[in-house]
T-cell receptor, first 112, second 113 residues
């Protein structure tokens, strides 16, 4: 079983819909990252969370440390939001030297 | 302030050959991590360099090696290439071993034939 699981794997929605992508993890973490990957490969960091909630524009990320669960929400989705969204965790005690442990990603398509 | 630059963007090599991939870290960042991303999978941690020394390694064989230079740029070397080494190789730079987040490059797409 992977240490970081995301759902759904694939999501197709209409423009304007509210999107939720979920991430569950089975290890102790010091931080959780949400990342966006476009075709071609480049990765953009969206959020780094250790507790609570963060908001940036139409994106909201939440984390529940007790339940080992995080969600990424996109409000008023737009076709330009189409990308792969990846959840990654930093395991506790690694001091960063263990790198990030990634989920497999959620492939999101927003149709006009 | 420049971001993370990786070169080359694409590369085709023959099984058994050696390859060197390069990464220029973001200005002010002293830590570089390398990841391998197979098609349809999430990235897998290869190793991390902090202040020119390897200070963390994932489950990759010794034929994967690296260097970090005084300007904090980095190289990933892979010897005796295998077909399964075909992947996107991503470099991420950070300050204080990721304590303040990571900046990723666009990756190098390696194809081994």
């Amino acid at each position: 079983k992977n240490e970081v699981e995301q759902s759904p794997q694939n999501l197709t929605a209409q423009e304007g819909e509210f999107i939720t992508i979920n991430c569950s993890y089975s290890v102790g973490i010091s931080a959780l990252h949400w990342l966006q990957q476009h075709p071609g490969g480049g990765i953009v960091s969206l959020f780094m969370l250790s507790s609570g909630k963060k908001k940036h524009g139409r994106l909201i990320a939440t984390i529940n440390i007790q339940e080992k669960h995080s969600s990424l929400h996109i409000t008023a989705s737009h076709p330009r939001d189409s990308a792969v969204y990846i959840c990654a965790v930093e395991k506790v005690g690694g001091g960063g030297a263990d790198g990030l442990t990634f989920g497999k990603g959620t492939h999101l398509i927003i149709q006009p | 302030e420049t971001g993370v630059t990786q070169s080359p963007t694409h590369l085709i090599k023959t099984r058994g050959q050696q390859v060197t991939l390069r990464c220029s870290s973001q200005s002010g960042h002293n830590t570089v991590s390398w990841y391998q991303q197979a098609l349809g999978q999430g990235p897998q941690f290869i190793f991390q360099y902090y202040r020119e020394e390897e200070n963390g390694r994932g489950n990759f064989p010794p034929r994967f090696s690296g260097l970090q230079f005084p300007n904090y740029s980095s190289e990933l070397n892979v010897n005796a290439l295998e077909l399964d080494d075909s992947a996107l190789y991503l470099c991420a730079s950070s300050l204080l071993q990721g304590a303040l987040g990571y900046t990723f490059g666009s990756g190098t797409r390696l194809t081994v034939v």
